[in-house]
C-alpha cells in the first residue's frame, strides 16, 4: 500500500502534459507496438500444429455470406472475420490474432466416420454424431438460424437424416438456444424426439437468463464486443469463439436428465457413457465418452483455452479444485483410449498421446491456479497481490491451448479467492467504501481539481502506463460526466489496453468502453434471452421468482394480501403473498384474497407488455375474482427492465 502511495506521489509531482492535447484514436501507440512484440519474441506463434487440426476433415462450407433469421434480419455474417491473416497488425495482440486465425476457419468437418462438427457459425460448435437412423445433435448453437443452416449442409453433404435427439452439455445459452432450428416443440413433446441434459439444466438455465438475465445480458455486449464491428482495431474474436450470433434463442425443456453417477445410454444406436461434470465450467454439465467410436467429448470442460472461472458477464464462481478432478478423472478413465477429443468450443486434438497430454495441461492449469491463490492468499497476499504475482505454469509457454485467450490468469486467481474469502481483501479501508461517484470526486478534488487530474492522466499516457491512466481518468468521469476531454482520454486508454490484451474478453471489454464513452450509450442487444419463446418454457414458480426480483417496495401501494394464479392449460397454480416490501410466489394453491385464472400464452403477452390485464379481462382470456386491487398493485410494483443501463458513465 505504501509503494502505490509512493507511485502517486511521484507522478503527482512529476512534470505534467498541458491537459489541452488530443488523445489518440484507432491507432496502437509506440508502448503498444512494444508490448505486442514482446509477446511475439516469447511464443512460438509459427507452429502449425492447431491449423492442421483445425483444417482436418473439411468438407463444405454454407453458400452465400449470411445466415438470416425468420424475420429476415442477420444472424450471422459468413466471412466477417477473412481480414484475419497474414501477420497481426499492431492493434491487436499477436497470439490472440493466431487464436482468432483458427478460430474464424468455418464450415462442416468431419472428426471421424460417424462424427461431424459445425464449425465457426457461432460462438459454440455444433456436433452431429450419426446414429443408426438419424442424427444425434450435440449442442445447437445459440440462436435457431445458425442451427438450422447448419444441419441442411449436413443433410446437403452427407445425405437426409432426421434428428432423432438433441443433447445440451450444459446450461449455457450458446450451447442450447438454437434447438428450435433442429427440432419443433412439437417433435419433442410428441417424444419423436429426445432432449437430454445434466441433472438441474433447467433450474440453471433458468437462473442465467431469467434471475439475472437482464444484468447479464448487458455484459454481455462487453465481455463479447456485440456493437463492435470486426476489423484490425475492432472485433476480431472472443477466443472461445469468434462471436454470437444473433436472434432470440429457444429453451426446451429435456425429455431426459443424467444423473450424478451418469449414466450409460443407448441413444439411435450408439452408445453414450455420459459422466457428471456439475459444477465446473456450469453449474449443470455433463461429458460423454463414444465407446464404438473411440471419441471424448469434453463439452466446455476442457477446451483449446483458458477458460473463465468467473466469467466477466457474471455467474457463480467456478469451483477450480472440482473442475481440475474432473478433467482427471475424465484423463484416468477415457485418456488412454481415446483416439480423439472434441469440445465444444474450438477443434479437436487427434492421436492418443496428444489427448492425454491436452487433458494433463488442462488439469493442471486448473490446479495452478487453485493452489497458487491459496498459497499466496495462506501468506497474507491481497486478491489484487496474488493477481499480479500469481504468473503461469510452465507449460503455457508452449500450449497454446492452456492460453489466457478467453479466462485469464489475473481475472481467475481474483475468482478464486473470490470463492473462498469473498470479495474483501482484509483491509479495513476497503470494507465500506465510498460509492464510485462520491469517491471520484473526492479523489479529483484531492488532486487539484479536474485539470490538474487532466494532466496527471495525460503524464500517464504519455510514459504507456495505462492501468493509471485508465484510473485516473475514470475518477474524473465519474466525478463528471460531462467532461468530455475526460471521456476521450479515458476512451483511448481502454483501446491501448484493448489492443495489447491477448484475451479476446479483455479486449472487447477495453473496446466496447471506449466505443460508448465516444459514441454513447447506443448498443442493442442482439442476443435475446428474456423473449416469448423463452418465457413461456419455463415453469411458473421460475417465472414468478424472477418477478420477485423486480419488485420495488417504493411502488407497493396498500397493505397486500395473497393472490392465487391459475394456469388451467399447463395445470400449474402459484400463490403469491404480496407485502409492502416483499413479494414471496410458492407454487401450489392457499386460501387467497383475489383468484386469476389465465393461461400461460396470455400471462406472457401480459408480461411482454402487449396487452393490459384490463384487455385480458375484458377479452375473457383472464378471470379474476377478489380484490382486484391487489393485482393492481403487483404489477404497478415492478421495476421495469433497462436492459441498456450505462456502465462507463455514473
Do not use: C
Not at 463479447?224 to 462471436?243: E, I, N, S
Not at 492421436?351 to 486448473?366: E, I
Request: hydrophobic share 40%.
Amino acid at each position: 500500500m505504501g509503494k502505490s502511495i509512493g507511485i502517486f506521489i511521484t507522478l503527482a509531482a512529476a512534470p505534467l502534459l498541458i491537459a489541452a492535447n488530443q488523445p489518440p484514436e484507432g491507432s496502437a501507440t509506440q508502448a503498444t507496438k512494444s508490448a505486442n512484440a514482446k509477446v511475439a519474441a516469447r511464443l512460438p506463434l509459427a507452429d502449425q500444429t492447431d491449423f492442421e487440426n483445425a483444417n482436418r476433415g473439411f468438407l463444405a462450407k454454407i453458400e452465400g455470406d449470411r445466415i438470416l433469421n425468420e424475420d429476415g434480419s442477420i444472424a450471422w455474417e459468413i466471412g466477417q472475420f477473412d481480414f484475419i491473416k497474414d501477420a497481426a497488425p499492431d492493434s491487436v495482440n499477436p497470439s490472440l490474432w493466431r487464436q482468432s486465425k483458427l478460430n474464424s476457419i468455418h464450415g462442416l468437418f468431419k472428426v471421424k466416420d460417424g462424427i461431424y462438427q459445425l464449425r465457426g457459425y457461432d460462438l459454440a460448435v455444433m456436433t452431429l454424431i450419426a446414429g443408426k437412423t438419424g442424427w444425434i445433435v450435440v449442442d445447437p448453437f445459440t440462436t435457431p438460424a445458425p442451427a438450422k443452416a447448419g444441419l441442411a449442409l449436413a443433410n446437403k453433404t452427407l445425405g437426409e437424416r432426421p434428428v432423432q435427439a438433441v443433447i445440451f452439455t450444459h446450461s449455457h445459452g450458446d450451447h442450447f438456444g438454437g434447438v428450435s432450428g433442429v427440432a419443433s416443440a412439437a417433435d419433442i413433446q410428441s417424444g419423436k424426439v429426445q432432449i437430454i441434459a445434466p441433472h438441474g439444466f433447467l433450474g440453471e438455465a433458468i437462473g442465467e437468463n431469467i434471475l439475472a438475465g437482464t444484468t447479464m445480458n448487458r455484459r454481455v455486449q462487453f465481455q463479447f464486443g456485440t456493437g463492435l464491428p470486426a476489423g484490425k482495431t475492432g472485433h476480431v474474436g472472443t477466443g472461445l469463439g469468434q462471436y454470437l450470433s444473433k436472434g432470440d434463442i429457444a429453451l426446451l425443456p429435456p425429455t431426459k436428465s443424467i444423473g450424478k453417477d451418469g449414466e450409460t445410454v443407448i441413444i439411435d444406436g450408439v452408445t453414450f457413457e455420459f459422466m457428471d461434470a456439475s459444477e465446473t465450467e456450469a453449474p449443470a454439465e455433463l461429458v460423454f465418452y463414444l465407446p464404438e467410436h473411440k471419441a471424448l467429448h469434453s463439452a466446455e470442460v476442457a477446451t483449446r483455452n483458458f477458460h473463465n472461472v468467473l466469467t466477466p458477464r457474471g455467474a457463480l464462481v467456478r469451483d477450480t479444485l472440482k473442475w481440475s478432478k474432473v478433467i482427471d478423472a475424465m484423463l484416468a478413465r477415457y485418456g488412454a483410449k481415446s483416439d480423439v477429443l472434441l469440445a465444444s468450443h474450438h477443434w479437436p486434438t487427434w492421436g492418443s498421446a496428444n489427448v492425454q497430454t491436452a487433458l494433463k495441461n488442462q488439469r493442471g492449469l486448473y490446479r495452478y491456479v487453485h493452489d497458487q491463490t491459496l498459497r499466496l492468499a495462506n501468506q497474507g497476499a491481497t486478491m489484487h497481490e496474488i493477481a499480479e504475482n500469481i504468473g503461469e505454469p510452465d507449460f503455457a509457454a508452449s500450449d497454446f491451448g492452456v492460453r489466457d485467450y478467453y479466462g485469464t490468469m489475473n481475472h481467475n486467481a481474483k475468482a478464486v479467492y473470490q470463492r473462498y474469502f469473498g470479495w474483501w481483501d482484509g483491509v479495513p479501508a476497503h470494507y465500506h467504501q465510498l460509492p464510485p461517484e462520491e469517491a471520484s470526486q473526492k479523489y479529483v478534488a484531492a488532486m487539484g481539481g479536474a485539470d490538474r487530474a487532466l494532466a496527471i492522466g495525460e503524464t500517464a499516457f504519455a510514459s504507456g502506463d495505462y492501468r493509471w491512466a485508465a484510473m485516473v481518468f475514470n475518477h474524473i468521469v465519474f466525478a463528471d460526466p460531462a467532461n468530455e476531454a475526460a471521456k476521450k482520454w479515458l476512451a483511448s486508454t481502454y483501446e491501448q489496453l484493448g489492443f495489447q490484451a491477448e484475451a479476446g474478453t479483455w479486449r472487447n471489454i477495453y473496446l466496447s468502453g471506449a466505443m460508448e464513452l465516444r459514441q454513447g450509450n447506443k448498443q442493442g442487444d442482439a442476443t435475446a434471452t428474456t423473449n416469448a419463446r423463452v418465457l413461456n418454457s419455463i415453469p411458473a414458480i421460475s417465472l414468478f421468482d424472477a418477478m420477485a426480483a423486480r419488485f420495488n417496495p417504493a411502488k407497493m401501494t396498500g397493505t397486500g394480501g395473497i393472490i392465487q394464479f391459475s394456469f388451467p392449460d399447463r395445470q400449474e397454480k402459484v400463490s403469491v403473498d404480496l407485502g409492502k416490501s416483499v413479494m414471496f410466489p410458492r407454487a401450489g394453491e392457499t386460501n387467497a384474497n383475489a383468484q386469476v385464472a389465465v393461461n400461460r400464452d396470455d400471462f406472457t403477452r401480459l408480461l411482454m407488455r402487449e396487452i393490459s390485464p384490463r384487455e385480458l379481462i375484458a377479452s375473457g382470456a383472464m378471470k379474476m375474482s377478489g380484490d382486484a386491487g391487489l393485482l393492481a398493485a403487483m404489477f404497478g410494483a415492478l421495476d421495469p427492465v433497462d436492459p441498456q443501463f450505462d456502465i462507463v458513465t455514473p
